[in-house]
């Protein structure tokens, strides 16, 4: 890593005015995702693909704020949503953090971030859930835990094993869409973002611009 990509990895950096101006987008993609999710019945939650999208360009630090301020507004409709909070603001610190160390240009680097995530949000949303919610909250994945919790598995069993499979596999689609997103933004506005060089097409023309 140069000493351009370090000094760009501060608090003051990761909250640029470009990045103030994406949180709220991220937010409403949240909001968008996760209404679609409830109205469909998925068992997938798609509700941090703005986070995660935030997250990548610009840091944990910025994700966690988006998935604070996803809870907090959505929350005012569905109270439910408040409890989640952590879990948000985890997913926002936890995707940054692999962002910083750049784990979404390399395939195998991208896997065993999309594990850790999924990890970190089952980890953080489990005892909420079953301490909370006695295991169901009403989405689509809780359907599923609720119907193996009747057929009489252990309440964590029921919830870990569910949301294990499909915590993963929201990840990896949310992943996917902010990737997709990413890879048509111009070089000139990627590395506007504090983890956006990662993103570039030509690393080594980008650094002969910024030096």
């Known amino acids: 890593m140069t000493k351009n990509e370090r000094k760009q990895f501060s608090i003051k950096e990761d909250f640029s005015m470009l990045a103030l101006l994406i ?4 937010v409403a993609v949240n909001f968008v ?46 109270p439910v949503n408040f409890a989640f909070i952590p879990v948000a603001i985890i997913a926002g610190l936890v995707t940054g953090a692999f962002a910083r160390h750049d784990y979404f240009s390399v395939w195998w680097k991208w896997l065993i971030a999309m594990v850790v995530m999924g990890a970190a ?8 859930v079953v301490l909370m919610f006695g295991g169901v909250t009403g989405s689509g994945a809780s359907l599923i835990t609720a119907t193996f919790m009747a057929a009489g598995a252990n309440i964590w069993g029921a919830f870990i094993g569910t949301e294990g499979l499909f915590n993963v596999l929201d990840r990896i689609i949310s992943v996917l869409i902010c990737l997709a997103v990413i890879k ?8 506007k973002f504090s983890c956006g060089m990662f993103y570039v097409k030509d690393r080594e023309e980008i650094a002969e611009v910024t030096e």
């Open 33 to 78: 995702g996760g209404q679609l999710a409830s109205l469909l019945r998925l068992p997938l939650y798609l509700d941090t693909i703005g986070t995660i999208f935030v997250a990548m360009l610009c840091g944990p630090w910025v994700g966690a704020i988006t998935g604070l301020l996803t809870n907090i507004l959505t929350g005012i409709a569905n």
């Open 23 to 26: 949180i709220p987008v991220g």
């Open 184 to 191: 048509v933004i111009p070089n000139r506005n990627l590395i």
């Open 121 to 128: 949000s089952i980890l953080s949303a489990a005892p909420i």
